[in-house]
C-alpha cells in the first residue's frame, strides 16, 4: 500500500501529537507549513522538516559543487558564486 504524502489537517494534527486547533495555532505561529498551495492537504515531508528543525535535527546540507565542465560554463554566463 502506498502511504499518501498529502494528508487532511485532522491526520497533520494527529501526526505530530496535537488536536486540529492546536495544530492550526503553530501554523499561524510559523512552527508547522500551511497547507499545499491550492489545496487543503498539508505535506508530511514538510512537516517531517518542521519537526526536524524543532528538534535540532535539522542540517542545512551544502550544495553539491560544480564539476569543472559546469563551473565553466556557469563562468560563461556571468555566474560567479
Not at 28 to 39: E, Q, S, V
Not at 67 to 72: I, T
Amino acid at each position: 500500500m502506498i502511504e499518501p504524502r498529502g494528508v487532511t489537517i485532522e491526520t497533520a494534527a494527529h501526526y505530530v501529537g496535537l488536536d486540529i486547533s492546536g495544530y492550526r495555532a503553530g501554523v499561524r505561529r510559523g512552527i508547522f507549513p500551511a497547507p499545499m498551495k491550492g489545496t487543503k492537504r498539508y505535506d508530511l515531508r514538510a512537516i517531517d522538516r518542521a519537526l526536524d528543525k524543532l528538534s535540532g535535527l535539522a542540517c542545512e546540507v551544502p550544495p553539491p559543487a560544480l564539476s569543472p565542465y559546469d563551473a565553466w560554463k556557469a563562468e560563461q554566463n556571468g555566474y560567479r558564486p
